[in-house]
Nanobody, 124 residues
Framework: QVQLAESGGGLVQAGGSLRLSCAASGRTFSSAAMGWFRQAPGKEREFVAAINWSGGSTFYTDSVKGRFTITRDNAKNTAYLQMNNLKPEDTAVYYC?????????????????WGQGTQVTVSA
C-alpha cells in the first residue's frame, strides 16, 4: 500500500550535513509511522529515528541525538532526515520505512514497507 524512495545521500566530510528525503506513494502514508534505518556492509540494520503519523512525536537512537532530525510533510507525502555534524561512523546505506504501528516504533520487524536505500559516506 506504500511505496518509498529515498534520495539525498552522497559523500560529505566529517562535520558536514546532508538531508535525506523519502518520497512516498500510496494512500496510507499519512496514517503510518515513519522511520529511518541504516546499514553498513556486514552490519545489522540499525534504527536511527522514527516519527509518528502526525509528526508530533519523534524518537532517536542515542548516537544521533542532537545531530539528526526526522520530520515529515504529509501534504507532500515526504519524510526527511536532516543530518548535521556527520561523523565517519554514520557511513551507511540509509533506508526509509513505513510502519503500521502507532507511536514511534524502533524495531525493523515493526516496519512493513521499505525504500531502496541511499548511500551516505562521511570522510574523516
Amino acid at each position: 500500500q506504500v511505496q518509498l524512495a529515498e534520495s539525498g545521500g552522497g559523500l560529505v566530510q566529517a562535520g558536514g550535513s546532508l538531508r535525506l528525503s523519502c518520497a512516498a506513494s500510496g494512500r496510507t502514508f499519512s496514517s503510518a509511522a515513519m522511520g529511518w534505518f541504516r546499514q553498513a556492509p556486514g552490519k545489522e540494520r540499525e534504527f536511527v529515528a522514527a516519527i509518528n503519523w502526525s509528526g508530533g512525536s519523534t524518537f532517536y537512537t542515542d548516537s544521533v541525538k542532537g545531530r539528526f532530525t526526522i520530520t515529515r510533510d504529509n501534504a507532500k507525502n515526504t519524510a526527511y532526515l536532516q543530518m548535521n555534524n556527520l561523523k565517519p561512523e554514520d557511513t551507511a546505506v540509509y533506508y526509509c520505512a513505513a510502519s503500521g504501528y502507532r507511536g514511534t516504533p524502533y524495531s525493523p520487524r515493526q516496519y512493513k514497507y521499505w525504500g531502496q536505500g541511499t548511500q551516505v559516506t562521511v570522510s574523516a
